[in-house]
């Protein structure tokens, strides 16, 4: 069974950058979809960045241009690095594999803050 450990979170800055790092037990060497979303207290959980099962990447619109979502399947490891953040990026960050019905990491706090 995979389970997924998130790391990389903090307070920055606005304009200032972070890198989120998920790591899985079990490996991402298998079909899995990846992907990160992120949640606000009393917000539904949004999805940021994907990873499908054949490469192909997604970016919710208000990330574009700012995020990039990356794997490497050699360290089971998936990353989200994040450039040019603004105070509405401020959420908890979670790591998913395997779509929504699969699993998810515990999240990672982001705040964006002067």
């Known amino acids: 069974q995979v389970q997924l450990v998130e790391s990389g979170g903090g307070l920055v800055q606005p304009g200032g950058s972070l890198r989120l790092s998920c790591v899985a037990s079990?490996?991402?060497?298998?079909?899995?979809?990846v992907a990160w979303y992120r949640q606000v207290a009393g917000n539904q959980r949004e999805l940021v960045a994907s990873i499908n099962t054949f490469g192909v990447i997604t970016y919710a619109d208000f990330v574009k241009g700012r995020f990039t979502i990356s794997r490497d399947n050699a360290k089971s490891a998936v990353y989200l690095q994040m450039n040019s953040l603004k105070p509405e990026d401020t959420a908890d960050y979670y790591c998913?594999?395997?779509?929504?019905?699969?699993?998810w990491g515990q999240g990672t706090q982001v705040t964006v803050s002067s």
């Open positions: 079990g490996g991402f060497d298998g079909p899995y979809a």
């Open positions: 998913n594999a395997n779509g929504r019905d699969g699993y």
